[in-house]
């Protein structure tokens, strides 16, 4: 019997974080459990549903080595509404 391994070098995964108003406290945000989402047309769905709901949302990829643990700067896909100052340094993607 012959068993093989394959290693996937990089993966990207995307995410979808919403963010919600605190009440009592103006301006300010509570994030909801970051969503995980199949692939940027998922992503980007996921941001038309809740973008008008919610506080805020954003929705990022990522791509790096499960292996190593090594992975890439996050990359802004769609950004709507009141978002943590951390939002603002990540990198945008190209359109």
């Known amino acids: 019997m012959v068993t093989t391994h394959e290693t996937v070098k990089h993966l990207t995964y995307y995410v979808v974080q919403t963010y919600r108003a605190v009440k009592g406290a103006r301006g300010k945000i509570s994030a909801d459990e970051p969503m ?22 954003v ?8 292996a190593t643990g090594e992975w890439d700067d996050a990359v802004i896909l769609a950004r709507y509404g009141v978002l943590p100052a951390e939002v603002d340094d990540m990198r945008v993607a190209a359109a």
Do not use: C, I, K, N
């Open 36 to 57: 995980p989402a199949r692939d940027e047309a998922h992503a980007m769905r996921l941001v038309e549903r809740y973008r008008d709901s919610r506080a805020g949302v």
């Open 59 to 66: 929705a990022f990829r990522r791509t790096g080595d499960p």
